[in-house]
């Protein structure tokens, strides 16, 4: 499945400790847009580990599921294309 995640983090300490969760499952598309290629048992630990990374109540964390003819729509300007995900470590 392929899931974009993108976060809206108040603090700093928190940030940081989002962006090596999320490192460790997909790569980073901007600074608080991840992009992942995982699937459904991996996709539910991702979430288990955010929900314990200690969000503030007016943090917010969004995923967004893209089905294969979504995914193949996905359209960019500027950057480089997406990376072959297959160096990532998944704990």
Do not use: W
């Not at 539910?44 to 314990?52: D, F, G, K, P, T």
Request: hydrophobic share 35%; aromatic share 8%; with cysteine.
């Amino acid at each position: 499945m392929f899931v974009t995640i993108c976060f809206d983090i108040s603090s700093d300490r928190t940030r940081r400790h989002a962006t090596r969760v999320l490192e460790a499952y997909g790569t980073r598309v901007q600074k608080s847009v991840f992009e992942c290629r995982i699937n459904e048992r991996q996709f539910v630990a991702l979430r288990q580990r955010m929900s314990e990374i200690g969000l503030a109540q007016s943090d917010l964390v969004r995923y967004y599921t893209l089905c294969r003819v979504c995914e193949s729509k996905i359209e960019f300007t500027g950057g480089s294309p997406p990376q072959d995900e297959k160096d990532h470590l998944i704990v």
